[in-house]
């Protein structure tokens, strides 16, 4: 990671009448890497990203963008910056190699437009009208516009948001992709697992207030340390067995089924020590790990989806 | 990597070439902004030609003059209530706003649906003459470039009218009927219909406040053959009203 942040937003606040969507919000992005804004819809992530490209103005606050004020020095900061909007839509008529032909046309540089197709696999679409796009072919035109102009960074807004699991696995790859070739890419999702699975590091945001952010790894050992082994026995004992081991919490007995919570690296060894140890029959065996929805439910009190 | 030249206005030739094609692309906008037109003028020509051709009476010569005009003006209203209807879709679409996110800049992208209204006008209005020569035989020696002018001039004055009104309106679906409302209000006052001194006294005056009459009495009167210089009054008013619905559309034009 590079030594000055590429965003640095310092204590934004924004309101619509009396409404507060974004209070008191200060996060840095650093080079090279996929930052995610994450949090429910409402949360303020949109607000707060559409700060930060210089579309909407804080009421309060400093925001730093490469080094520019986004909204002062916005001549200067777009031909550097790519931004694909939540929910955005272009001409009904227009084609995809229309589109990508245009945006071309209004920056400095550009790359090849038809091999920026390519990669994203929109070459046999080519000729499409807008409205013809499935929804993930639309997300890929959006993030071929993106990244038009070979920015240094790249704003995604919601970007797989009402794409099936398949077409959103292909994006998230593509993503990467866009980091991998030195890029740096600031996200917002309300998908959890899109979070853990993409991001670098995140900002839980929640009621227009920044929760905590670190590594989707970091955020899950301070917040939720325990983790669970699930075993499958009848072995006779095999409660009282479990519970005397040194990283275990607590045992949880349905029927056979024992819920084993704890917390440290060794739990899982020292379980299956226990076992072979004891000589048990296990017919069934799986572990749980906490996830970034587990953290957001210890930090809100509230699941995301509700 | 290639190179674009900078320039004040990026995109707008780009731009502009690129809408002219979506909308050709929409059969139901081209059939309203160009085909109606231009059938009404065929239909009213076929209807009335062959009595006007010869007739010297006072309503002949009203109607000779009164049919082109009528149907320059609804070219320019279609004109105004398309450009208004365009607006508020991409506003609600968020086109304008993902291309404001790009370094074009707004000016841009408000001229260049300007110049594709004013093309359009154009077309139609000389599809308009093409198609209806041989019903109009005395507007053989009507000066064609003059009157072209006339009414690409009117069309961008009520343009700007037309750019309040897509401000204030909030959604697409309200837009269209909402400027159909503004704009053929103001026909009755005009003068299209009945000469303004023929109206009574009160409609006269609302005559005298509605950009349509200037714009009515320059194309009636380069119609006929004016001079420009006898219209110097209806062109600075377009001129006036132009400046101020654009500096009054540029306080309240909303991106979204």
């Known amino acids: 990671m590079g030594d000055t942040p590429v965003v640095r937003v310092s204590g934004i606040r924004k309101t619509y009448g009396a409404t507060v969507a974004v209070d008191d919000v200060s996060f840095t992005v650093e080079a090279g890497e996929i930052f995610g804004l994450i949090g429910p819809n409402g949360a303020g992530k949109t607000t707060t990203m559409e700060c930060v490209e210089g579309l909407r103005r804080p009421d309060r606050g400093r925001i730093e963008v490469l080094g520019l004020d986004p909204v002062r020095d916005a001549g200067a900061l777009q031909p550097r910056i790519g931004v694909q909007l939540q929910e955005a839509q272009l001409q009904k008529r227009i084609k995809v190699w229309e589109a990508v032909d245009l945006w071309a046309a209004l920056y400095d540089t550009s790359v090849d437009g038809d091999r920026l197709l390519d990669q994203l696999g929109l070459t046999d679409r080519r000729d499409a009208w807008f409205m013809t796009l499935s929804g993930g072919q639309k ?7 993106a990244l038009i102009n070979q920015p240094e960074l790249v704003f995604l807004d919601e970007l797989t948001t009402g794409l099936d699991p398949q077409a959103r696995r292909a994006i998230w790859d593509l993503v990467r992709g ?30 227009g207030r920044i929760v905590d952010h ?49 917390r440290g690296d060794d739990l899982v060894t020292e379980v299956i020590h226990c076992l072979s140890e004891h000589r048990m029959r296990v017919t069934a065996f799986r572990t749980e790990e906490p996830t970034l929805e587990d953290v957001f439910l210890t930090l809100t009190g509230h699941s995301i989806r509700d | 990597m290639s190179m674009n030249p900078r320039l004040p206005l990026r995109g707008l030739g780009k731009l502009t070439w690129l809408e002219i094609k979506i909308f050709v692309r929409e059969p139901m906008g081209l059939i309203g902004s160009v085909v109606i037109p231009v059938l009404m003028f065929l239909v009213l020509g076929r209807t009335f030609g062959p009595r006007l051709a010869e007739a010297a009476s006072p309503t002949a010569i009203q109607m000779r003059t009164g049919l082109p005009v009528f149907v320059a003006v609804f070219i320019a209203i279609s004109a105004v209530l398309s450009l208004v209807a365009v607006i508020a879709i991409y506003r609600e679409g968020g086109i ?121 009495s320059l194309l009636s009167g380069i119609w006929q053959g004016d001079p420009w210089s006898a219209h110097l009054g209806d062109v600075a008013v377009l ?8 500096l009054v559309a540029a306080r309240v034009f909303r991106w979204e």
Do not use: N
């Not at chain 1, 006779?236 to 919570?261: C, K, N, Q, W, Y």
């Not at chain 2, 993902?98 to 992208?109: E, F, M």
């Not at chain 2, 001129?239 to 654009?246: G, I």
């Open chain 2, 96 to 216: 304008l706003k993902r291309l404001r996110a790009t370094p074009i800049s707004p000016v841009t992208i408000l001229v260049t649906h300007v110049l594709v209204k004013l093309v359009l006008t154009a077309v139609t209005v000389v599809l308009m003459f093409l198609a209806g020569r041989r019903y109009y035989p005395a507007g053989a020696d009507v000066p064609l470039f003059s009157f072209t002018l006339a009414l690409l001039f009117s069309t961008w004055s009520i343009l700007s009218i037309g750019f309040i009104v897509a401000s204030l309106v909030r959604t697409a679906r309200f837009a269209p009927p909402l400027g159909s409302l503004f704009l053929y209000s103001m026909l009755p006052f005009c003068g299209l219909f009945f000469p303004v001194d023929a109206l009574p006294p009160a409609m006269q005056a609302v005559s005298r406040v509605i950009p349509l009459t200037y714009a009515v």
């Open chain 2, 239 to 246: 001129l006036v009203v132009f400046a101020v619905c654009t």
């Open chain 1, 139 to 145: 997300q890929r035109l959006f993030i071929a516009l």
């Open chain 1, 214 to 262: 670190d590594t989707p790894a970091g955020l899950v050992a301070r917040h939720c340390p325990q983790r669970s082994v699930v075993v499958t026995t009848a072995h006779e004992g095999a409660a009282a067995r479990f519970a005397g081991l040194a990283s275990v919490d607590t045992v949880d007995r349905d029927g056979d089924r024992h819920t084993i919570r704890g």
């Open chain 1, 178 to 207: 866009i980091r991998d070739r030195g890029q740096t890419v600031f996200l917002t999702t309300h998908l959890m697992e899109e979070a853990e699975r993409l991001c670098d590091r995140v900002a839980i945001i929640e009621h």
